[in-house]
């Protein structure tokens, strides 16, 4: 999928994980694999450079392709990872910068310092911007339903802010409070609107996030208490004449929809032996939301006498706020043994206000590594899903500021892999599954509702992916890795598709390699190829049929990058994307950016 986000990624080479989000131990210790398989996404596709130097992975405001439950995180680790124990590990350095900048308009910047920091106490704030300007030109609309047949060029501008302070202090030796707080602004513009009245269409967002977590525990026990809010809304309201005719201004929603989300969990953990271990989580999650249009998961209606099955057309439910819940229970048993891992757990879903009350899904996990060259894994997962929108955004971020989605429901995913190697540094692995998933959000543009604004639309779909994936690495000197994926697609079954490609895409083919020459340089190559990506298209205009595929073009994106560390906390670095300028859209029909790059600096201090 397509995500619109400037990432600053070259401050990675200079810093290190961010001390929440991950965990070290202080000693040597020796690991056996234990096989915890993951879920394949859709490959992330950039609007502008996204530089990952080695040695850290990048943590990403990214554009899922999984509708889950989006905070904004840090999108760069700020500094070492804490110690597990009673302390936490103190870094050298207490703060970072990057800068980044490529015409016509790529930017890039991010800071970092950790106010306080001892051995039990630590105390961090950051903050990051992140913008782009891009111009596109085309004889019709992006709507292609009206307009005129002169050409146009059309200035996308795209900026995001976000600051934040996070704060840990650890209460005796296996307590500790965890405290979070960030809130990120959004300003786009949406310039193929601006010609529809006399004026420019802009449309802003406040999204704010805190967390809180109690850790503690006794004996073998281990529990955890944690409370959670955000906040998601779009300020602008969407002009009446944006709205089709037929629509009737009066009663239709123009206000721009606001979600607050109210989060409580809790879990407990049973340690019997170094090999075994139970758990119980819980999870409560209520989303609020004030007057708008609720998208349902029903719909109906016809196109010139041909009937809409549901849901290609989706409903307004109810125009007035509404509020709906998820509670959730997860137990689980875990034992590993020095060749196997077995996980078993179950997710039991209680809803109210979102359809079936009561769901129950799997959770299991199945590995086994007879040795340090084999290891096959199956995983069987599922749940419900709120659709909060900021898990949507992330998909699709010119979607629809009016509505508001219910819930989905995924009865079943199925997954194997299958690695051999490594053999002299190379490695094959195998991977395939299956999954259903009920009433799941689709993109959809649909010239019923809006004019030049796309929304998602409920489908139960259902399909296969398969894949094969090879790398090789050679000391610190040369990394690559290639895999290519197929999923189900059809041009006529809108419930023929793999539920996490949400643009449809037929196959994708990705390829990567980094080379470091001498010990200061590091060079990047990659490739990422979408192929067939589409979406639904429902149209009154369209004869005998209520919707058709719209092609949004594959992407075909060539990148690289190079970047030379001078000293241990300076690093300069350049990177070129989609350097073959191919044109594809956005799965709102937003064409999106051209060759584009991002060249700078990063420091740690």
């Not at 307009?147 to 802010?161: C, F, I, M, P």
């Not at 407990?268 to 271990?277: E, H, I, Q, T």
């Not at 034992?335 to 996980?343: F, L, M, R």
Request: net charge neutral; hydrophobic share 40%.
């Amino acid at each position: 999928m397509m995500k619109h986000q400037l990432i600053i990624s070259a401050a990675a080479a200079i810093i290190m994980p961010l001390a929440g989000m991950a965990q070290s131990l202080n000693k040597e210790i020796t690991v056996e694999r234990d096989i915890v398989p993951e879920q394949r996404e859709a490959t992330r596709i950039g609007f502008t450079p996204r530089i990952t130097l080695r040695p850290v992975a990048l943590k990403q405001l990214s554009y899922s392709e999984n509708g889950v439950t989006a905070q904004v995180p840090a999108s760069i680790s700020v500094l070492d990872p804490a110690a597990y124990a009673d302390s936490i590990y103190v870094s050298p350095y207490k703060g970072y910068a990057a800068i980044g900048f490529m015409p016509r308009y790529n930017a890039a910047l991010s800071l970092g310092y950790r106010i306080i920091e001892t051995e039990r106490t630590r105390l961090g704030a950051w903050m990051q911007y992140d913008g782009t300007s891009y111009k596109h030109t085309f004889g019709n609309p992006p709507s292609g339903e009206c307009g005129t047949d002169e050409r146009k060029e059309l200035t996308y501008n795209r900026h995001t802010a976000t600051a934040a302070v996070d704060f840990r202090q650890l209460v005796g030796a296996r307590s500790a409070i965890d405290l979070a707080l960030d809130y990120t602004f959004v300003r786009y513009s949406n310039p193929s609107l601006d010609q529809i009245v006399d004026k420019s269409y802009n449309q802003n967002i406040h999204r704010l996030n805190t967390d809180a977590l109690w850790t503690s525990g006794f004996n073998d026990l281990t529990y955890t208490v944690g409370a959670r809010f955000s906040r998601f809304a779009y300020v602008n309201s969407t002009p009446k004449a944006f709205l089709l005719d037929f629509i009737d201004e009066v009663n239709s929603p123009t206000r721009p929809v606001r979600e607050s989300n109210l989060g409580l969990n809790a879990s407990l953990r049973a340690d019997f032996d170094d090999n075994s271990l139970a758990e119980l989580g819980v999870d409560f999650s209520s989303l609020s939301y004030n007057q708008t249009g609720v998208i349902t998961m029903s719909g109906g209606g016809d196109i010139n006498g041909v009937e809409l099955p549901r849901p290609y057309h989706p409903i307004l439910s109810q125009l007035s706020g509404f509020t709906t819940w998820l509670l959730r229970f997860t137990p689980r048993y875990r034992y590993v043994t020095g060749i196997a891992t077995v996980d078993l757990g179950v997710k039991i879903d209680l809803t109210h206000n979102a359809g079936k009350a009561f769901h129950i899904a799997p959770d299991v996990t199945l590995g086994l590594n007879p040795s340090s060259k084999f290891s096959v894994s199956f995983r069987a997962g599922g749940g419900e899903e709120q659709n909060t929108l900021g898990s949507l955004y992330a998909v699709n971020p010119y979607m629809a500021s009016l509505f508001a989605y219910t819930n989905s429901h995924v009865p079943f995913t199925l997954d194997a892999e299958m690695t051999v190697g490594p053999f002299s540094g190379a490695y094959l692995t195998l991977f395939g599954g299956y999954a259903k998933a009920n009433e799941w959000l689709m993109p959809v543009w649909n010239y019923f509702s809006l004019f030049t604004f796309s929304q998602f639309t409920a489908e139960d779909v259902k399909g296969w992916h398969a894949g094969v994936a090879a790398g090789y690495k050679w000391r610190d000197a040369v990394d690559a890795r290639v895999s290519f994926e197929t999923a189900s697609h059809s041009d006529s079954d809108p419930s023929s598709a793999y539920y996490l490609w949400r643009d449809r895409a037929k196959f994708v083919v990705d390829a990567s390699v980094r080379v470091t020459p001498i010990s200061p340089l590091d060079i990047t190559l990659g490739y990422n190829l979408r192929s067939k990506r589409q979406i639904k298209y429902v149209s009154e205009t369209v004869n005998a049929s209520p919707y058709f595929f719209q092609s949004v073009g594959s992407v075909s994106n060539l990148s690289v990058g190079a970047s030379w560390r001078f000293t241990p906390q300076f690093t300069v670095f350049l990177k070129g994307e989609n350097l073959l300028n191919h044109d594809y859209s956005l799965l709102s029909l937003i064409p999106a950016q051209g060759l584009t790059g991002l060249a700078g600096l990063s420091y740690k201090f």
